[in-house]
Structure formats: structure tokens, C-alpha cells
């Protein structure tokens, strides 16, 4: 599982839904929670979440989604089905697992400079009364 430190920065709810916009250091993501957000405030330290299995991988400039990010390949597991990148993102190691076809399809190699994404759906907030 990989986990970021954020502080929120925009809440928006209409019924169960909410939008959640929050900053990890410069950078931005955003969330959606079909839950009740009445506990979340603005300026609020929060610990993001989200599968290995969740993160996709490009090169090159990617304009049709949110959550995109920069970070370097620092670590490369190939297997026959799956492989395992692992990315260096500002202070934090984020671990994507994809099918071996599509990895060398991107044709990555350590060293790599890579937009790595995350849909906003995808990400879950870890909440201290979760016993977390």
C-alpha cells in the first residue's frame, strides 16, 4: 500500500459525495469519497492511500487526468506477469505493480524520469478512528 502525507485544501460535498482537494508539498491531488466528510476541516494533516495495483505509469506529457505526478524509477522487479517499479517522489517511495506486457511496452529503464497517476477515485483517506 502506498501512503502520503497531505494537508487538505478544498472540500466539496453535494449528498454522500465529496471532492476532496489536497496538497503534498507542491503538488496537488484530488479525491472522491462517497462517505460522510463532516469530520475533515481545511489545513487538516491526512494520510492518502491507495493500491500498488492503482498507480499507471507514462512517459511524456499526459493531459486527460488528475493526480499526475513526476518522480524517477529507482528499482525495476520484471516478472513473467507482473512487475514491480518502484518511484522516488520527492521523500516518498511509491511502488506501482503492472503486467509485465504493458511495462515493456513503456519501454522504462531505471533512471527514468515518469509521470506516475493515480485516479481520484482510487485513493483513500486513513483516518486515525479506523485504528490507523
Given at each position: 500500500?502506498?501512503?502520503?502525507?497531505?494537508?487538505?485544501?478544498?472540500?466539496?460535498?453535494?449528498?454522500?459525495?465529496?471532492?476532496?482537494?489536497?496538497?503534498?508539498?507542491?503538488?496537488?491531488?484530488?479525491?472522491?469519497?462517497?462517505?460522510?466528510?463532516?469530520?475533515?476541516?481545511?489545513?487538516?494533516?491526512?494520510?492518502l492511500?491507495?493500491?500498488?495495483?492503482?498507480?499507471?505509469?507514462?512517459?511524456?506529457?499526459?493531459t486527460?487526468?488528475?493526480n499526475?505526478?513526476?518522480?524517477?524509477?529507482?528499482?525495476?522487479?520484471?516478472?513473467?506477469?507482473?512487475?514491480?517499479?518502484?518511484?522516488a517522489?520527492?521523500?516518498?517511495?511509491?511502488k506501482?505493480?503492472?503486467?509485465?506486457?504493458?511495462?515493456?511496452?513503456?519501454?522504462?529503464?531505471?533512471g527514468?524520469?515518469?509521470?506516475w497517476?493515480?485516479?481520484?477515485s482510487?485513493?483513500?483517506?486513513?483516518?486515525?478512528?479506523?485504528?490507523?
Open positions: 500500500m502506498n501512503t502520503l502525507q497531505a494537508t487538505i485544501s478544498g472540500i466539496a460535498s453535494s449528498g454522500h459525495i465529496s471532492s476532496i482537494r489536497v496538497s503534498v508539498g507542491p503538488d496537488e491531488f484530488y479525491l472522491l469519497l462517497a462517505e460522510h466528510t463532516d469530520d475533515l476541516m481545511f489545513n487538516h494533516s491526512v494520510t492511500a491507495f493500491k500498488e495495483t492503482e498507480v499507471i505509469l507514462a512517459k511524456g506529457v499526459v486527460s487526468s488528475a499526475v505526478q513526476n518522480a524517477s524509477v529507482t528499482m525495476i522487479e520484471k516478472g513473467d506477469i507482473l512487475s514491480q517499479i518502484t518511484l517522489y520527492h521523500d516518498t517511495v511509491i506501482a505493480l503492472i503486467p509485465t506486457l504493458t511495462f515493456e511496452a513503456l519501454d522504462i529503464r531505471e527514468d524520469d515518469v509521470r497517476i493515480v485516479q481520484p482510487e485513493i483513500s483517506l486513513l483516518r486515525s478512528s479506523h485504528g490507523i
